[in-house]
T-cell receptor
């Protein structure tokens, strides 16, 4: 069935370190892919998206590339900041009622 | 920018009370959703609606009902609140375009005592 698998957290990094959060998906349709971010006590915000194979989504220094052959959408950032500390959710959707979230990865960035 | 608002950020209710959580979106989106978020369980879909007066059960509808009388407003109702409904409740909306992305409100943290 449809599902999203993302790396378990928490992930703890020092400021300016490189970040990778892995995400793979299993979808019966041809999905759009998303990364959402949730800051403490808040709702989810769309961070970036990609709608077709080989598309790269980017925002605020974060990037992810739609890899259809490996069914992956890994999130990367070259230099994290303390303000990036949050929970990151990978998600995909291929119909309005077919939308799936990963379990979330908590990122802690230390000064 | 899409804006999804929820009536309360924090709510404390007693066991057995009837609870209404309101969600309003301002982008004329057709689809609206209610999720609950619990530590270790991620986001779980309670109900969604794809049109006025239309609703579909999600993964965990037991103990909840919904109402959508106007396109912009989607209400979640706890008929008789119980302590196991203490949670963060998130509302979302999406349009009918092919990207399917969902836009979220700030959430309501409900505590049932």
């Amino acid at each position: 069935g449809d599902s999203v698998t993302q790396m378990e957290g928490p992930v703890t990094l020092s400021e300016e370190a490189f970040l990778t959060i892995n995400c793979t998906y299993t979808a019966t349709g041809y999905p759009s892919l998303f990364w959402y971010v949730q800051y403490p006590g808040e709702g989810l915000q769309l961070l970036l998206k990609a709608t077709k194979a080989d598309d790269k989504g980017s925002n605020k220094g974060f990037e992810a590339t739609y890899r259809k052959e490996t069914t992956s959408f890994h999130l990367e950032k070259g230099s994290v900041q303390v303000s990036d500390s949050a929970v990151y959710f990978c998600a995909f959707g291929y119909n309005f009622n077919k939308f799936y979230f990963g379990s979330g990865t908590k990122l802690n960035v230390k000064p | 920018d899409v804006k999804v608002t929820q009536s309360s950020r924090y709510l404390v209710k007693r066991t057995g009370e009837k609870v209404f959580l309101e969600c309003v979106q301002d982008m004329d989106h057709e689809n609206m959703f209610w999720y609950r978020q619990d530590p270790g369980l991620g986001l779980r879909l309670i109900y969604f609606s794809y049109d006025v007066k239309m609703k579909e059960k999600g993964d965990i509808p037991e103990g909840y009902s919904v109402s959508r009388e106007k396109k912009e407003r989607f209400s979640l109702i706890l008929e008789s609140a119980s302590t196991n409904q203490t949670s963060m409740y998130l509302c979302a909306s999406s349009s009918l375009d092919a990207t399917y992305e969902q836009y979220f409100g700030p959430g309501t943290r409900l505590t049932v005592t």
